[in-house]
């Protein structure tokens, strides 16, 4: 190739509109390869959950998972965190706009998975301060984003 050749198919892909669908399509390719990573993510948090269930059980004979219920229940959030974040994805790749209400549900249930394997011997009163703070704030904003979408159906 010869440099104006060259320089033609810079200035080619430099205009507006062809930059922007060169930037579309790369967005479409990362999302797709992080939802296939988020699908490997959960299918491994599901196996991880399974396996531990399947060994307390199989080795305790008193009190089933009286100790781990707390595992339990985070290892369930974990599942479930991931399953909203392939849910945004899906929703980025569907309509190409970020699911604000979306983000914050899911930003809920990971507090609220902080929150349940919370071990209070070993956090600060500030520790829970500042979760009470961030529970208070995202559940302003769900509330604000939940009275928008209403107001705009």
Partial sequence: MDFKKILQKIIYYTKDENFL?????????????????MIVVIITSVFDLVIYLSRELLTQSEHIL??????VFGLFLNVLIALEILENITAYLKKHVVHVELVIVTSLIAVARKI???DLEKKTALDLIGLAIAIFALSISYLIIRQTTNRNE
């Fill in 66 to 71: 009286k100790d781990k219920i707390f595992v």
């Fill in 21 to 37: 669908h060169i930037i579309e399509t790369l967005e479409a390719i990362v999302s797709k390869f992080l939802s296939l990573v």
């Fill in 116 to 118: 349940i394997i919370l």
